[in-house]
């Protein structure tokens, strides 16, 4: 069905669910009343539960995203304005996104989706992909990851957790912007009060054709002469991206027995051009990708055990994925969309000259329980186990190169983390003491010399356990003031990307190691109560010691890299931000973020001493800032219920993409300064549960990169809409 199909019977279905819903011979007036006391009553409950959460001790931000569900606001672009966060992508909608949390970043950094690691749900619930009006708030735990989310995330965690209305609903919305993107997304939920049947979900469709206009280095095409044409820019061509995914849930809710029994399905599925390598020197015109998960889960919860005591909750899955690239090209492409040269074999092949059709299916296995007892009032006691295992098969029919060899033949990943935390409240006091369990088994493969003469595959087993421990601490002086110290000794164990490749531009690792780290947060928190208004500052420091770090490694001249370890990362920094409301008309937030990230590793694997030895890690700013200022009014045109105004800022400074010391300086490559601007527009109607956005992301146009030569796109506008439907 084309997109131009889906809208009209979206539009149809949401106005005759509407007139379906109207009660006969009611006031439209008092069902607005109603609507707009349940609005009321989800803002205060979020902003309620958002307050409880950053009073833990943990150093955590959050982000209320149920207090602006209707606009059009992508959660990459949320996640990167909290303090001491960085988002950084290759592209524009689809593209790989890397997310960096005081300093560490890469899988350092878990995502979860209501607590379940987000990587079992395959790549279309990428976090750009998320619609933002399924989500209530977004948990960001910076340092120490508290035993629920049981994981082995070693530089901070983000959970999002999604809409948890108590009644039943229905939410709608459609976006359309530049680059012909369009995003449209349905949630909802029924619930029979009597039987206690219940049945959710959500869906969303993402399209985009992400043909927005590139210029400057890597960026050339020659003239007559073979020189390059000076001031050339061109338009993406082969980067277009599909994404859908349909997720349901379908059980009982409310019972004696059980608060939820859920039996889920998700369905997703990804089809995407690869328009460049590791670089934008490495230009593809017909390279595709596509993916498809199907994934079944049973959730069980009861709290409220043994006299209110005791409370159960476990989840199971299955996810089963299937990825294949396809490079079959025979023509090599510049920037024009031309085609340069023939008689290629693949696009991506480099001096190997090969075509490839690789194919990869992924089965995963994940367990998951947790189990919270109350001896007392001021005592808590949280157990919590997680099990994840992997199991990978590739092939390729076309493909003859030697190092595709190991990628073809079965690949295994198991992994499993245990934890135990104590809580004690005592007065203004809260302590949680916890320590956790990792153990991790992988097998993977190696093609390397037996001797002088013949190469074999070689399989490679690597094990490892360790323990961790944590510390959380919180005092809550008279004043108001919040004082908050955490401390941990984690660990991190390689995930399938990082040990086994993706088949095309990342090959495997088969000696990677895991992660481990000592990490340190320490923070203070006022809120200032001035008249109606509030004004709320933060301020905190952080340390971060690290070995065996994996990140990927610098790319080759065929446009090809692995991860690999760096052997001791230290990391010291501090942030801050502040929250000024002016009574519920204005809201000013602004936060800035130092981070000092050296190489603390003094002799190389050799024993000769490191030339990069207390170097700043390349490839990573030093400084972070960000602000918005959001004006909110009521009434006025066309009796409206609410209307806002925002604009926002980003600004990274200059930064190198090498080592620092290496290099004559006045030839050394930098990433250039990133500030960007965001504005947007909503508007809230009264008569109608209808929320009308416009939105501009980087206002001015500029020329932006996350990652150096991967340019993100310029100026984009976008419109949305959103429809809800609630009731009691």
Known sequence: ??????????????????????????????????????????????????????????????????????????????????????????????????YTIHGLSGKSVK?????????????????????????????????????????????????????????????????????????????????????????????????????????????EVADVTGRPIPGFSARRFNDDYTSYLLRTEIGVAGKRWADKLLFGTSLSSIDRGIQTGRTMAFVFGSVRYDEQTVMPSLTYAKTGLLRGKLDVEIYGSYSHVEGHTLDTSSVKYNWEGRGISTGVHGEM??????????????????????????????????????????????????????????????????????????????????????????????????????????????PVHRAAQDWGLSYAGRAMLASGTLLKASAEQTMRMPDPVELFGDGTSILNAPGLQPERSFNANAAVQHHFLLGGDMLSIMGGLFFRDTKDLIWLGEGTHLGTARYENLSRIRTVGTEASATYHLAQLLEITTNA??????????????????????DRLRNMPSFLASGEVRIKSTGGLLDAGAASLYLSTHYVPEYYLWWPSLGTPSLKTTIPAQFVQDVGVSYRLKRLPCQLTADCHNLFNRQVYDNYLLQKPGRFISMKINYQLTSK
């Open 1 to 98: 069905m084309q997109i131009r199909e889906i809208f009209p019977i979206g539009l149809l279905w949401m106005l005759s669910f509407y007139a379906v819903a109207q009660p006969p011979r009611r006031d439209t007036r008092a069902d607005t009343a109603i609507r707009s006391v349940q609005l009321d009553e989800a803002v205060v409950a979020g902003k309620l539960a958002t307050t409880l959460l950053q009073q833990q001790p943990y150093a955590i931000d959050v982000v209320d995203v149920g207090a602006i569900r209707g606009q059009n606001a992508a959660l990459n672009r949320l996640l990167d304005r909290v303090p001491g966060v960085r988002v950084r992508e290759t592209g524009g909608l689809g593209s790989d996104a890397s």
């Open 111 to 219: 995502f979860f989706i209501d607590g379940i690691p987000a990587e079992q749900l395959g790549g279309a619930f990428g976090i750009s992909n998320f619609p933002v009006n399924t989500v209530e708030r977004i948990e960001v735990y910076k340092g120490v990851v508290p035993v629920h989310l049981s994981s082995d995330a070693l530089g901070g965690a983000i959970n999002i957790v999604t809409r948890q209305d108590p009644q039943p609903y229905l939410d709608l919305s459609y976006a359309y912007g530049s680059f012909n993107t369009h995003r449209a997304a349905v949630s909802g939920k029924w619930y029979h009060t009597a039987s206690g049947f219940t049945v959710q979900g959500n869906a969303f469709f993402n399209r985009s054709d992400n043909d927005y206009r590139v210029w400057g280095t890597g960026v």
């Open 349 to 458: 092949g480099g001096i190997y000259a090969q075509k490839s059709s690789y194919r990869f299916r992924d089965g995963t296995a994940l367990w998951r329980a947790l189990v919270t007892y109350r001896p007392s009032e001021r005592q808590l006691l949280r157990l919590a186990y997680n099990s994840q295992a992997l199991s990978r098969r590739g092939s390729d029919a076309l493909a003859l190169a030697e190092w595709t060899i190991p990628l073809r033949f079965p690949q295994h990943l198991y992994k499993q983390v245990a934890g135990v935390a104590y809580e004690l409240n005592h007065g203004p006091f809260k302590h949680i003491l916890a320590a956790k369990y990792y153990h991790y088994r992988g097998r993977s493969n190696a093609y390397d010399y037996v001797d002088t003469d013949q190469r074999e595959l070689i």
């Open 593 to 614: 973020t130092y981070q000092d990230i050296r190489n603390r590793q003094r002799y190389t694997a050799a024993g000769t001493p490191n030339l990069v030895y207390n």
